[in-house]
């Protein structure tokens, strides 16, 4: 199917389509103000973290957003984290503009559809336990692209209501993947969707491939190893049961996800240990 | 103890009698808990049944009625023929057996 040059073509124009529909639709979440100033000065090289600490702690509300979040268990710092520059200093530059983005959109999420955020917030500290298990470079950032994988959803209910109730009653009705629901409806999925918004906002593709790729994951594309994280993440969040995705199904993990990272089953029953460990009291 | 084939073992299950390969040799001793690891090795070593903990009335008991067993079992019911998937079931539902046991202690 996905040979034939004409549904291809088609396939590309229905997905061009519902992005100009949800772009157009008012509804998109807009960067506020404060964040985009905060994203600026992440990207330029004179920036250090004592002003970059200066300029967010001036939004308090923003502020006690991320200290929430870097206390809240998923990151696994020993200590608690008190300032937000002490934040800035662990995290770095890259896993701040992360964090800053996405204590505004997980407010959202909740709305949208229940569990969502408690499965995200699974799925962000399983991206890391596995990043951190395998050694991968910047663990807490890979946790941000865990945490804002199903972002799409979110962007889809509040964008395109009559699709989302489309997408939700073939879940509901014929037990379907919500991601091939949506893919029947629209000829895209959350993940193409998530990664309009975040290009939008200027989110580098390290943190975007992933969260495109989660549930079509090719060995051969960019940043698949952190893609294969993810992939893996998301469905043994959803086999250890924590929050929802909005179906009661699970995708097949793909065994190339597992070879690309070179993991066996055995790492898979460590992650999932730990995660049962972890995660058990403040998600069930 | 009861007897069950090496299909029905799952993660967290607990070896009651030594497993012996034909050579005489042990490859699991008494009391060794069932890893993912472990199980997916059963069928290279020739193993096709064995002796777990626990009774066959206990076994139903901890089936009946778990709404949460369920629903995992549904939530995997397309991959009924995928080895990985069918692994990952299995110690999820070991998790979940364990927190039961914690939960009605």
Known sequence: ?284 | MRDISAGEAKVGDIVAEPLVNSQGRVLLPKGANLSAAVLSRLQGWGVHELKIEGDAAAAIDENSGSTLEEELEIRFSDWADDQIMVQIKHIALGHQRRRGQVSRS
């Not at chain 1, 502020?63 to 300032?83: D, H, M």
């Not at chain 1, 399983?126 to 298990?133: F, K, Q, R, Y």
């Open chain 1, 1 to 284: 199917m996905s040979g034939n040059p004409i549904e291809k073509e088609d396939l590309a124009a229905r997905k061009q389509t519902v992005r100009v529909r949800i772009e157009r639709s008012g509804n998109l979440p807009a960067l506020p103000g404060v964040i985009a100033k905060i994203f600026e000065m992440v990207d330029s090289p004179q920036t250090t973290a004592k002003q970059l600490g200066a300029e967010i702690s001036k939004d308090q509300v923003l502020s006690a957003k991320i200290l929430k979040l870097v206390n809240s268990g998923f990151y696994g710092f020993s200590q608690p984290i008190s300032t937000i520059s002490h934040a800035v200093t662990m995290l770095g530059f890259d896993s701040v503009k992360s964090l800053v983005m996405s204590s505004s959109v997980l407010e959202i999420m909740d709305q949208s559809l229940p569990g969502l955020w408690k499965h995200s917030l699974a799925c962000a500290r399983t991206s890391a336990l596995v990043a951190e298990h395998l050694n991968l470079p910047d663990p807490e950032e890979v946790g941000v692209v865990g945490l804002l994988h199903d972002l799409g959803k979110v962007i889809l209910c509040q964008t395109l209501e009559v699709e989302f109730g489309q997408v939700s009653r073939r879940v509901e009705e014929k037990g379907m993947l919500f991601y091939l629901a949506e893919l029947e409806v629209l000829g895209c999925h959350h993940g193409d969707i998530g990664g309009w918004l975040l290009e939008k906002w200027a989110i580098p593709a390290k943190v975007i491939d992933p969260i495109v790729d989660h549930h079509d994951f090719r060995p051969q594309r960019d940043h698949a190893e952190r893609t294969a994280v993810v992939h893996i993440a998301d469905i043994l969040t959803r086999a250890e049961g924590f929050g929802s995705g909005g179906d009661q199904k699970i995708p097949r993990l793909e065994a190339q996800a597992l070879d690309t990272l070179g993991m066996g089953l055995e790492d898979v029953e460590k992650i999932m240990d730990r995660m049962n460990d972890e995660l058990s009291e403040l998600l069930r």
